[in-house]
């Protein structure tokens, strides 16, 4: 997370910001935390100005919380998958050691900013009652890293509408889905890579994928409708093919959709 970032476009953006956000220019921001706190401990002394500014905001706690909850997710996913001896082959453990360090940053960040707000970490499940092999085997292991990354960038951006209100917010949530999709790209290739399967790339293809609800829902990944026009029909684009053009573009997911999604693996909230 680029912090000094986030507190230009929070100038440019949200002009009342400044108001609430006491800090928020590059030097008195330093000026306070320089002397008492590490670099690493910036983005928790950034998520506390953010939760004083912003934690009043009933849709934002809402969204928060949601997002605290997939991160949740995630991140005991890859604690588990990183600390189990002899899942990971050798030449994969340095990606998902590092997923896994993000994963762990979102968590510390959003639980920061929500402080006495956070919704508590559930319960966890990984086999879904035994129906995978989650941590016993290294393909369904990278499967279900698959959907829980697919679905969480799906999931950022169905609830992006909702910070529009809290740009600083809404900044943080478009950088993590940024991150999700870096994620999604990657586990996808390796996921195509160990299954010798080359229809499975470091995109989405029309709405192909298991389990197929993180790729269907409301607005199907095989949408090709954006910004009302039909894409396949712009004058110019009539070479280009069906699945090319949803492979350009990720849809969202609804809360509901994303929490029947992760509903199977969550033992009790």
Known sequence: MNIFNILDSIQKIDGDAIKRLEHATRRTFMNRIGSTLAAAAVPTAFASIVSKAYGATPTALEVLNYALTLEYLENEFYEIGNATAGLIPGEYK???????????????????????????????????????????????????????????????????????????????????????????????????????????KGWITNDAGFPGAVYKGEISESNVVQGGLNVPGIAGLENISFAAITEAFDEPLTMKEVLDIAGPFIVSL
């Open 94 to 200: 340095a990606v998902f050691a590092q997923i896994g360090q993000h994963e762990k940053a979102h968590v510390k960040f959003l639980a920061t900013a929500l402080a006495g707000d956070a919704v508590k970490k559930p319960t966890f499940d990984f086999t879904a009652k035994g129906a995978f092999p989650a941590f016993t085997d290294f393909g369904t292991f990278v499967t279900l890293s698959k959907a829980f990354e697919d679905t969480g960038v799906r999931a950022y951006k169905g609830q992006a509408g909702n910070l529009i209100s809290a740009p600083n917010l809404l900044q943080y949530a478009l950088q993590v889905h940024s991150v999700e999709a870096r994620h999604a790209s990657i586990v996808r290739r390796i996921l195509g890579k160990i299954t010798n399967d080359k229809t499975t």
